[in-house]
């Protein structure tokens, strides 16, 4: 590989002329969003580098982008939300811009203190990853720079935000359930504790509802306490023979929790999860469970931190982003006839 590309080479790749490559780059006026997308992607594709720190004392940027995760989502067993940090780095590179990583301590957030990345005035925009409290959304509205909420939104928040549809893929994954025979189907999640967990529940309960089917409260099982931290989950009396899990990190550490009780998956009780993430298939059996385009979010989530930072009145609302089932052999199927 060339190892100094220029936008010539860039250029000549692509059948344009080296202004349009030029304009591209730099976000200048004259080119079409497809066009500059597409002239970004070829040049970091080719290894084209901006010159950052030039561009920052002739622009007044830092040409870095803020990516916040609470704590509390960077445990040893957590692994969802640096997979979806990694894709936005990568997103970010196509727009010749560094993504710094900001741990929000528990301590900053419920002493509600700016990030350092934005105190210092190291980023352009800051995308917080993962829900935070209800206090510290308003410390993040009083933040004077584009921002965005990626995998939670909060209705009292001004703050545009891009999630997955939890609701459509818990309701479509408890549709499964349903057409497989099972009547008897708990939800595992504290409802209280996000927007996606919230929204996943009622996804589950709208298709209990469609069905004929009473929301039973014993089958409500809580999986953690107000902070986030997982709690052992109380079984009810009576098992069902399914359990919708608000996420595969619940799903396999339910699972293992039932296997050492004696319980069989599927056999004595089928589980479903949501993420498709790496405990999707550490769990014996394999999760079947809704897949969540990570590579889609992050590029949503990056394409609209740079409209804002070129436009900080530029307004997106909230952005959802599809998902889908991927089946595989923790659901059991009970010949029975599908429910009316």
């Given at each position: 590989m060339?190892?100094?590309?220029?936008?010539?080479?860039?250029?000549?790749?692509?059948?344009?002329?080296?202004?349009?490559?030029?304009?591209?780059?730099n976000?200048?006026e004259?080119?079409?969003d497809?066009?500059?997308?597409k002239?970004?992607?070829?040049?970091?594709e080719?290894?084209y580098?901006?010159n950052?720190?030039?561009?920052?004392?002739?622009?007044?940027?830092?040409?870095?982008?803020?990516?916040?995760?609470?704590?509390r989502?960077t445990?040893?067993?957590?692994?969802?939300y640096l997979?979806?940090?990694?894709?936005?780095?990568?997103?970010?590179?196509?727009y010749?811009?560094?993504?710094?990583?900001n741990?929000?301590?528990?301590?900053?957030?419920?002493?509600?203190?700016?990030?350092r990345?934005?105190?210092?005035n190291?980023?352009?925009?800051?995308i917080?990853?993962?829900?935070?409290?209800k206090?510290?959304?308003?410390?993040?509205?009083?933040?004077?720079?584009?921002?965005?909420?990626?995998?939670?939104?909060?209705?009292?928040?001004?703050?545009d935000?891009?999630?997955?549809d939890?609701?459509?893929?818990?309701?479509?994954?408890?549709n499964?359930?349903?057409?497989?025979?099972h009547?008897?189907?708990?939800?595992?999640?504290?409802?209280?504790?996000?927007?996606?967990i919230?929204d996943?529940?009622?996804g589950?309960y709208?298709?209990?509802?469609?069905?004929?089917m009473?929301?039973?409260?014993?089958?409500?099982?809580?999986?953690r306490?107000e902070?986030?931290?997982?709690?052992?989950?109380?079984?009810?009396?009576?098992?069902?023979?399914a359990?919708?899990?608000?996420?595969d990190?619940?799903?396999?550490?339910?699972?293992?929790?039932?296997?050492?009780?004696?319980?069989?998956v599927p056999?004595?009780?089928?589980?479903?999860?949501?993420?498709?993430?790496?405990?999707a298939?550490?769990?014996?059996?394999p999760?079947?469970?809704?897949?969540?385009?990570?590579?889609?979010?992050?590029?949503?989530?990056v394409?609209?931190?740079?409209?804002?930072?070129?436009?900080?009145?530029?307004?997106?609302?909230?952005?959802l982003?599809?998902?889908?089932i991927?089946?595989?052999?923790s659901?059991?199927?009970?010949?029975?006839?599908?429910a009316?």
């Amino acid at each position: 590989m060339k190892s100094n590309i220029t936008m010539k080479d860039i250029a000549d790749k692509l059948g344009v002329s080296s202004v349009t490559v030029s304009k591209a780059l730099n976000d200048k006026e004259g080119v079409s969003d497809t066009l500059k997308l597409k002239i970004k992607k070829v040049a970091g594709e080719m290894g084209y580098r901006f010159n950052s720190a030039a561009k920052s004392i002739k622009d007044g940027l830092s040409y870095n982008i803020g990516v916040m995760i609470p704590q509390r989502f960077t445990g040893l067993r957590e692994s969802f939300y640096l997979q979806v940090y990694q894709q936005i780095a990568i997103q970010l590179d196509h727009y010749g811009y560094f993504g710094i990583l900001n741990i929000l301590s528990s301590e900053d957030e419920e002493q509600l203190n700016f990030p350092r990345v934005y105190s210092e005035n190291k980023v352009d925009g800051i995308i917080i990853l993962g829900q935070v409290s209800k206090k510290y959304i308003e410390t993040v509205q009083n933040m004077e720079l584009p921002k965005l909420f990626l995998d939670f939104y909060d209705e009292h928040a001004a703050i545009d935000s891009i999630v997955t549809d939890n609701f459509y893929g818990a309701y479509e994954i408890t549709n499964y359930l349903i057409q497989c025979g099972h009547r008897d189907i708990a939800f595992v999640g504290n409802i209280y504790s996000t927007s996606s967990i919230q929204d996943r529940f009622l996804g589950y309960y709208k298709s209990l509802l469609e069905h004929g089917m009473a929301l039973n409260e014993r089958l409500l099982l809580n999986d953690r306490d107000e902070h986030g931290a997982y709690i052992d989950i109380e079984l009810p009396e009576q098992m069902p023979t399914a359990f919708v899990c608000n996420c595969d990190q619940v799903a396999y550490i339910f699972g293992e929790r039932l296997n050492n009780m004696g319980y069989r998956v599927p056999d004595d009780c089928s589980i479903v999860g949501f993420d498709n993430d790496v405990y999707a298939t550490l769990a014996n059996p394999p999760l079947t469970t809704v897949e969540v385009d990570i590579e889609q979010m992050a590029r949503s989530a990056v394409k609209a931190i740079m409209d804002k930072v070129s436009n900080p009145h530029r307004r997106i609302g909230r952005m959802l982003v599809q998902g889908k089932i991927i089946y595989r052999n923790s659901v059991k199927t009970l010949h029975t006839e599908p429910a009316e």
